[in-house]
């Protein structure tokens, strides 16, 4: 499956985005559905990922309250919606498909990435 991630720029703190995630080659309904982000400078680290049919959620505790994930299987996107932002959410942010086997909090969980899309907050 590929995952075209997008929605990305740059927003003032207090500001919201809303990225979107775009699956093609397949139906994602079979993965968990994740969202990372890797500062400049930093590894990537989680930010939130949803099981496969919406209804459970799973968030970082630095965007805890902030964000929301979110899926649309029938037309096979995933979308995070990014409230209240603060200067150190600004990365790129990466999409990811996988059978979250283990867990769904590390990399290596997810088999299939985005390309990853800019976010800026500017204080």
């Known amino acids: 499956v590929q995952l075209q991630a997008s929605g990305g720029g740059v927003v003032q703190a207090g500001g919201s985005l809303r990225l979107s995630c775009a699956a093609s080659?397949?139906?994602?309904?079979?993965?968990?559905m994740g969202w990372f982000r890797q500062a400049p400078g930093k590894g990537r680290e989680f930010v939130a990922a949803?099981?496969?049919?919406?209804?459970?959620?799973k968030y970082a505790d630095s965007v805890k309250g902030r964000f929301t994930i979110a899926r649309d299987n029938g037309r096979n996107t995933g979308s995070l919606q990014m409230d209240s932002l603060k200067p150190e959410d600004t990365a790129v942010y990466y999409c990811?498909?996988?059978?979250?086997?283990?867990?769904?909090?590390?990399?290596?969980?997810?088999?299939?990435w985005g390309q990853g899309t800019q976010v800026t907050v500017s204080s």
């Open positions: 990811a498909a996988g059978y979250g086997v283990p867990t769904v909090v590390t990399e290596s969980d997810y088999n299939y």
């Open positions: 080659g397949r139906s994602i309904r079979q993965y968990v």
């Open positions: 949803i099981n496969r049919n919406g209804v459970v959620t």
